[in-house]
């Protein structure tokens, strides 16, 4: 299941925190991080899921 979300997260780096962590302060965290720039919202979805 994990490998599904680091595939979300990759291509839709919010859809894949959303799927670990639902919709707490990390999910907009990572929307926030997407909008400034792509690749440091993959980095932090990334990291969420590998952390959990």
């Given at each position: 299941?994990?490998?599904i979300r680091?595939?979300?997260s990759i291509l839709l780096p919010?859809?894949?925190v959303f799927l670990q962590?639902?919709?707490g302060g990390a999910f907009w965290l990572?929307?926030?991080l997407t909008i400034l720039g792509y690749?440091?919202?993959i980095?932090?979805?990334v990291w969420i899921i590998?952390?959990?």
């Open positions: 299941m994990d490998l680091i595939i979300f919010p859809v894949g962590v639902g919709l990572n929307i926030l690749i440091p919202g980095i932090h979805a590998a952390k959990r």
